[in-house]
C-alpha cells in the first residue's frame, strides 16, 4: 500500500480537516498520515474529523513565523513510516518546506508542495535559495489560483503543476438554514482578520448612510480592532454595528446561517493580494449572499454567483448592499446560485478528489532517473 504523509499546519483547523477524511474515502489502496503541529500562533489544534487516516502531532519550532518555521522530528516520522510520497503543504520559499524536501530525498520519497503565491515576489537569501531548490526537486506542485500558476511559471518552475485550492467545504456542514432567514433586518457580517489590507474601514464608510433595517457583524480579530471600532462609534454605528471575537471553525456553519449578505472588501497592497478568500465560500455554501471587492481573487471564487465592486469603492459598496436590502427576491436568487457553485467547484469532496487525482499521478510517474536514462 502506497504511504502518503502530508505536512501542514494549515490541517490544525477543525474543519479543513473533512478533506483529509475525503482523501481517505476515495483513495482506500492510500495510506495517509498527517503531520500537523500543536498550535499555529495562537490557533490550537482542533481534532474535528480525524476518520480513516492518521494524524500525527509533532513538535513545531519558531511557532507562528511563517518563512522561518520547521518540524525537528520530521526525519524520526518519515524513518518511521518510509512514505513514497511527501505532500509539503507550505509555500516552497520557506524553511519548513526546504527541510522537509531534503529529509523527504534522503528517504526516496517523491514529493510535492503547495503555494497560493500570487505576486512575483523576490526573495533575499537565504529563502531566494530555498525557493530555487523547491522548484528544481519536487515532483509535482499544487498551487491555489490561476494567478498563482502564472507566478510560479513566470519564476522558472517548469515541472507538472495543478490549479486547486487548498481546501473546500463540507456542504453537508456548511448549509442553509432549514427555516428561512428572519426578514427584519438585514444581517450583514465580515469575517476575518482585522488589518489594513482587508479594507474593513470601507465596509464601515458603506455603512454609513445605508437606509433601511440592518445590522452588521464584524467577526475576527488584529492589530486594527480599536481604531476600526473607534470608526464605527465616530459613524454613529455603534448601535448597528457589532464587533465579536473569532470563533472556532466548527461554530462557524451556525453563524454564516444567520448571515444574509458576506462582505469581503480586500484591498491588495505591494507585498500581498486576496489568495481566494475562503469565507465567501463559506457563507455561499451557508446561503449567505456573497459580496466582494474586484481584488486578488475574489471575483474569480464569487463569479456571477453574488456581487463585486471595485477596491475603496465604499459608495459602490454601500449601492449594492441598498440593492440586496431593497429586493429579498434578488438576494434568494444570489443565495441559491452561490450555493450552487459551490455544489460545483470549491466541495472538500471535490477538491479531495483532485488531490488524489495528483497522488495517482505522481505515484506512477517514473522516476527522474530512469526517464534520464532512456535518453
Known amino acids: 500500500m502506497p504511504r502518503i504523509v502530508m505536512l501542514s499546519k494549515a490541517c490544525i483547523i477543525g474543519a479543513y480537516q473533512r478533506k483529509l477524511e475525503e482523501i481517505a474515502a476515495l483513495a482506500p489502496e492510500l495510506s495517509l498520515t498527517v503531520a500537523v503541529p500543536p498550535r499555529w500562533g495562537d490557533t490550537p489544534l482542533e481534532r474535528a474529523h480525524v476518520r480513516g487516516y492518521r494524524l500525527d502531532v509533532v513538535p513545531l519550532w519558531f511557532n507562528g513565523h511563517f518563512h522561518l518555521h520547521c518540524y525537528p522530528t520530521l526525519n524520526r516520522l518519515l524513518r518511521e513510516l518510509q512514505p513514497d510520497l511527501v505532500h509539503i503543504d507550505e509555500e516552497p520559499y520557506n524553511l519548513a518546506t526546504y527541510h522537509a524536501l531534503r529529509l523527504a530525498r534522503r528517504h526516496?520519497?517523491?514529493?510535492?508542495?503547495?503555494?497560493?503565491?500570487?505576486?512575483?515576489?523576490?526573495?533575499?537569501p537565504p529563502f531566494a535559495h530555498m525557493e530555487r531548490y523547491a522548484m528544481r526537486h519536487a515532483d509535482h506542485a499544487i498551487v491555489g489560483s490561476r494567478a498563482a500558476a502564472e507566478v510560479w511559471r513566470g519564476k522558472g518552475y517548469r515541472g507538472p503543476l495543478s490549479v486547486i485550492p487548498q481546501f473546500g467545504v463540507d456542504p453537508d456542514i456548511?448549509?442553509?438554514?432549514?427555516?428561512?432567514?428572519?426578514?427584519?433586518?438585514?444581517?450583514?457580517?465580515?469575517?476575518?482578520?482585522?488589518?489594513?489590507?482587508k479594507g474593513v474601514d470601507v465596509l464601515l464608510d458603506a455603512l454609513h448612510g445605508l437606509p433601511g433595517a440592518w445590522h452588521a457583524t464584524i467577526l475576527g480579530r488584529g492589530p486594527e480592532a480599536a481604531s476600526l471600532q473607534a470608526q464605527a462609534d465616530a459613524l454613529g454605528l455603534a448601535d448597528r454595528v457589532a464587533f465579536q471575537s473569532a470563533r472556532p471553525s466548527v461554530e462557524m456553519p451556525r453563524f454564516y446561517k444567520s448571515v444574509d449578505v458576506l462582505v469581503l472588501p480586500s484591498r491588495a497592497r505591494p507585498n500581498w493580494m486576496e489568495q481566494f478568500g475562503r469565507v465567501l465560500i463559506e457563507a455561499m455554501a451557508c446561503g449567505a449572499v456573497a459580496v466582494g471587492a474586484e481584488s486578488g481573487e475574489i471575483p474569480h471564487v464569487i463569479g456571477d454567483a453574488g456581487r463585486t465592486f471595485a477596491e475603496d469603492d465604499a459608495a459602490g459598496l454601500r449601492a449594492i448592499l441598498d440593492a440586496l436590502r431593497a429586493h429579498p427576491e434578488t438576494r434568494r436568487a444570489l443565495a441559491e446560485a452561490g450555493r450552487a457553485r459551490v455544489l460545483r467547484h470549491f466541495t472538500q469532496r471535490h477538491i479531495a478528489q483532485e488531490t488524489v487525482r495528483v497522488y495517482r499521478a505522481v505515484l506512477n510517474r517514473e522516476p527522474p532517473a530512469a526517464k534520464r536514462a532512456e535518453l
Not at 526516496?108 to 503547495?114: G, V
Open 108 to 124: 526516496k520519497a517523491r514529493t510535492l508542495w503547495f503555494s497560493w503565491q500570487n505576486l512575483a515576489r523576490r526573495y533575499p
Open 174 to 197: 456548511f448549509a442553509p438554514p432549514a427555516a428561512p432567514r428572519a426578514a427584519e433586518s438585514l444581517h450583514i457580517a465580515y469575517v476575518g482578520r482585522l488589518v489594513p489590507e
